[in-house]
């Protein structure tokens, strides 16, 4: 019963985060592939809390002990990847002011 009640809990949550991404979405804060990316990935979160046992499945195809470790190490690929992604784009941030900021001192000057 209380397993249930914490299903339904993430399930509203996930619907309320998927409400959030489509509504950014239409109002051009994300891009088409950023909207894909994470309701793909919310979506994969509904599916973990509506069958808990295919991450246990899932664990015992890749090798690992748990489902849980299997979420945990997937979870950990993504931070790297997304830490990797803003390190990108703050770098091309970067140099784009820089480049600015020469432009206008070239016209001041």
Do not use: C, H
Not at 8 to 15: C, G, K, Q, Y
Not at 43 to 49: D, E, N
Not at 75 to 100: A, C, H, P
Request: aromatic share 14%.
């Amino acid at each position: 019963m209380e397993y249930l009640l914490l299903q339904i809990i993430a399930l509203v949550f996930v619907a309320f985060v998927l409400s959030r991404i489509i509504l950014r979405y239409k109002k051009d804060k994300f891009t088409f592939r950023e909207t894909l990316f994470w309701a793909i990935l919310w979506i994969l979160v509904g599916i973990v809390v509506v069958l808990p046992g295919f991450m246990s499945f899932l664990a015992k195809i890749l090798g690992v002990g748990r489902g849980v470790d299997v979420i945990i190490y997937l979870g950990l690929i993504l931070l790297f990847y997304l830490n990797f992604k803003s390190t990108v784009r703050m770098e091309k941030i970067e140099q784009d002011i820089s480049k600015v900021v020469k432009e206008i001192t070239l016209r001041k000057k």
